[in-house]
C-alpha cells in the first residue's frame, strides 16, 4: 500500500493547578484568654491582619481563574 499514513489523535487531560500561594490555608484563630483591653486590640489587629490575607488570596484565584 502506499496511501498517505493514517493520522492518529491522541488525546490527553491537562489538569491546571491553581498556584500553591493562593492556597495556603488562612490564619488560624487565635483561642487566647482575653483579659484586658489590649488582648482585645490585639485579637482585632489580628484578625483584621488574617482576613486581609484571606480575601488576598480569593481575589488571588478569581484573578488567576480569569486568566484561564
Known amino acids: 500500500m502506499t496511501g ?5 489523535t491522541a488525546r490527553s487531560v491537562i489538569k491546571e493547578i491553581v498556584p ?3 492556597v ?3 490564619p488560624p484563630r487565635q483561642r487566647k484568654p482575653l483579659m484586658t483591653t489590649g488582648d482585645i ?6 484578625t483584621e491582619g ?3 490575607t484571606c480575601s488576598a ?3 488571588g484565584i ?7
Open 62 to 68: 478569581r484573578a488567576w481563574n480569569d486568566g484561564q
Open 57 to 59: 488570596q480569593v481575589d
Open 20 to 22: 500553591a500561594a493562593l
Open 24 to 26: 495556603r490555608p488562612c
Open 4 to 8: 498517505k499514513p493514517a493520522v492518529v
Open 41 to 46: 486590640v490585639n485579637r482585632l489587629i489580628y
Open 50 to 52: 488574617a482576613l486581609a
